[in-house]
């Protein structure tokens, strides 16, 4: 295993791959949020794409052009096969850190 995914590396890998191939940026940023209610901000989201890249976890290419005039191309995202192996292997462990942990979890989170 290579070094270890932090969580918002693993949001990050886990949205490309909901997105679909041929996802983007804004897509990638916005089911972040949705499904985690946390606000995700633009420059943080494309400096993990940069080292998630770098790593040969993502590759990118170049979409087409939006219809707007003078629309710029979208730089499209797709996991390697790495990248899978390495989110696979992160979300294990964590999954098994957590593992039997639900109860004394609630029961900390309550008493806050």
Known sequence: MGRTLGSFEQLVLLAILRVGEGGYGVPVQE???RVTGRDVAPGALYRALDRLEERGLVT???????????????????VTSEGARELADSLAAVRGMADGLDARIRSLAEKA
């Not at 990118?60 to 797709?78: F, K, N, Q, Y």
């Open 31 to 33: 089911e972040i949020e």
């Open 60 to 78: 990118s290419g170049t979409g087409e052009p939006t219809p707007e005039r003078g629309g710029r191309r979208r730089r499209t995202l797709a």
